[in-house]
């Protein structure tokens, strides 16, 4: 049997092994730890803070001037009863409270069947026919 080589986990060893230098993994644990702390709070600020609506940028100056929005604005509908005598707001339209109440008729039409259609493919995606 061969004598075996001093190496850095038989006697011997020592030595050899204690002049090689490892690094020091304080730093890279310093680093880890931080980017942890940073990617925690990112996520903890992307969930409790409110979300805002994006603002547009203001036109360029030398671009074209741009067309104003048309915002159409949908005003709840009110109704209010009128005591005897009491007369309706200017603009304001009256409803006959003896009027027919309108009837709304909703419809639900049956889709037509469709037939099944098997597609027969390989492994690979291939049709066969």
Do not use: C, H, N, W
């Amino acid at each position: 049997m061969a004598p075996r080589r001093p190496g850095p986990f038989t006697e011997g060893g020592g030595a050899a092994a204690a002049g090689r230098a490892r690094p020091d993994a304080a730093s890279g644990r310093l680093v880890l730890g931080v980017g942890g702390l940073a990617a925690a709070s990112a996520l903890v600020t992307a969930i409790v803070s409110p979300s805002t609506p994006v603002v547009p940028a203001a036109p360029v100056a030398g671009a074209a001037a741009a067309q104003p929005a048309t915002v159409t604005l949908q005003r709840p509908v009110q109704y209010i009863q009128l005591a005897p005598g009491q007369s309706p707001p200017p603009g304001a339209r009256v409803i006959d409270a003896k009027a027919p109440k309108p009837i709304t008729v909703v419809t639900t039409v049956p889709a037509p069947p469709q037939q099944t259609v098997i597609v027969r493919t390989t492994q690979s995606g291939v049709v066969l026919p």
